[in-house]
């Protein structure tokens, strides 16, 4: 199985969320000064939200640091986005984004720290999902 | 002569460039951008819908609105100045201004909704029922107690994430049940403008709550655990009753209900918390779910299996700076 990245912002929920997963996770670092990791194996990114009205900067700036880097963004393989659907059209607009920028596919959307059919979904989908490709990129 | 029981320290003034919490800063640029007036929204293109209601419906419609408002008065003149006292950065007292200003535009907002579709005779009659009704004044009450200036700081905030992301979906439900039947949707367009303010809301007051709650002991924390899971279900018995009041003779108190188990978990969730009401209890009725956030399920998931799973997504308005590729 390929490994897992995720952003959570001080709400913790994105966190709460890999926690129940109970998959082995890198978590980006919060602050902007803090050093970019560098990925060595494919991946998939755990994404929350964080679009304005216009959904605009969707994407945490940390999230974006880390992606500038060609050799993480060359293994990325797919992104699952979290939101609220109160946000109504931008409701987990990062995964499009993302899924957009990096020619990968959206996997998965959840709301805020996710439902126990969510982590079940999740948790199966990423089984079936480096299952069935190679895991050399391209 | 002075009297040193009213000396008031001068404040510091604030600088936005030193930040001690950089959401602060994020919050503020998220709610100032997102700021509109209900003028903003063309109320009176609803009014040939409007007058496609029935008698009971329009009623209803009001009394809703009044409530609503009801609710946003108390977050706009009590809610919001109560959490200034206890904010841990200058920068969280300016947010703070903002959430109580915006929740005055809100309560205005559906004085807009009433002077463009409908008769002062109506609007005034729901004024007094949302005065006198017993379980809106008791889920006031039951909010205004944690308000209170003795209060502890953690407990008013578990107060206004629930107020802010549970308490006012009783009310929601309603535009986005008409919106989801091509009903009033101007109307439902300027509540989902409040729904989304009331949800930067929820999160940053939830997130302030889990900052200080991070730093109590053990033994605290878990008591502000069961208060806010006591508040919860005593909020949920007397919204239980409120819904059945409003929505039985539509039928659709189920289906409200639903909605309300399916917010209070997000409200729990906002705190740091786990759901309280299993999933089963949460299925929202999906016309409700695509009237809250119309076109975001048109590019389906791959783990859902259904559609593409490459996003073609319509074009980002404007892309940001910070992306080298």
């Known amino acids: 199985m390929g490994g897992l990245v995720y952003f959570s912002s001080g709400s913790g929920n994105t966190a709460r969320f890999v926690e129940r997963l109970g998959l082995p996770a890198t978590r980006l670092p919060l602050k902007g000064n803090a050093d970019v990791p560098e990925l060595a194996e494919p ?19 940390p999230v974006i640091r880390f992606l500038n880097v060609e050799a ?19 409701f987990a607009m990062a995964g499009q984004v993302i899924a957009r920028k990096c020619n990968v596919p959206l996997l998965y959307r959840f709301e805020l720290a996710g439902t126990e059919t969510d982590i079940a979904r999740v948790h199966d989908g990423l089984q079936t999902f480096w299952g069935s490709r190679c895991l050399t990129p391209a | 002569m002075k009297d040193i029981h009213h000396t008031r320290a001068v404040p510091r003034a604030i600088n936005w460039n030193r930040l001690q919490d950089d959401n ?33 419906e329009q009623t209803l419609t009001i009394r809703v609105f009044t409530g609503l408002t009801l609710l946003d008065t108390i977050q706009n003149t ?30 205005r907002s559906y004085s ?84 989304r303010d009331e949800a930067i809301h ?66 729990l969730q906002n705190l740091g918390f786990e759901a309280l009401f299993p999933e089963e209890a949460c299925r929202v009725n999906p016309a409700i779910m695509a009237a809250l956030s119309p076109g975001s399920d048109e590019n389906h998931d791959f783990f859902s299996g259904s559609g593409s799973s490459y996003v073609i997504g319509k074009t980002v308005a404007t892309e940001d700076d910070d992306w080298d590729f």
Request: hydrophobic residues 40%; contains cysteine.
């Open chain 1, 72 to 90: 993480n963004r060359s293994l990325l393989c797919g992104v699952i986005a979290s939101g609220n659907r109160n946000f109504g059209q931008t």
């Open chain 2, 202 to 267: 929820g999160y940053y007051i939830g997130y302030k709550f889990q900052r200080s709650l991070e730093r109590l002991p053990e033994a605290e924390r878990a008591e502000l655990k069961d208060f806010a899971f006591g508040l919860i279900f005593d909020l949920y018995d007397i919204e239980a009753r409120y819904t059945e009041q409003l929505y039985d003779p539509l039928g659709l108190t189920e289906d409200v209900k639903a909605f309300l188990h399916y917010n209070a978990n997000k409200a």
């Open chain 2, 78 to 107: 009590v809610g919001a100045p109560a959490l200034m006292p206890d904010a841990q950065t200058p920068h969280e007292e300016a947010v703070l201004t903002n959430i109580a200003f915006m929740e005055a535009v809100h309560a």
């Open chain 2, 24 to 56: 602060d800063l994020e919050i503020w640029n998220r709610l100032t951008v997102n700021f509109w007036l209900p003028e903003k929204v063309p109320l009176s293109n609803d009014i040939q819908s409007w007058s496609q209601l029935t008698e009971d």
């Open chain 1, 43 to 61: 991946f998939v990114l755990i994404c929350p939200t964080y679009a304005d009205g216009a959904g605009r900067s969707a994407v945490a700036k």
């Open chain 2, 112 to 195: 807009s909704v009433f002077s463009t579709l409908c008769q002062t005779s109506q609007v005034d009659e729901a004024f007094r029922w949302s005065a006198e009704n017993e379980h809106l004044q008791a889920k006031s009450r039951l909010i205004l107690e944690e308000y209170d200036a003795t209060s502890n700081p953690l407990r008013k905030k578990i107060a206004s994430v629930f107020l802010e992301s549970f308490l006012f979906y009783s009310g929601f439900y309603l535009p986005m049940h008409w919106s989801s039947r091509a009903r009033l949707t101007n109307t439902a367009d300027l509540i989902r403008l409040i729904i």
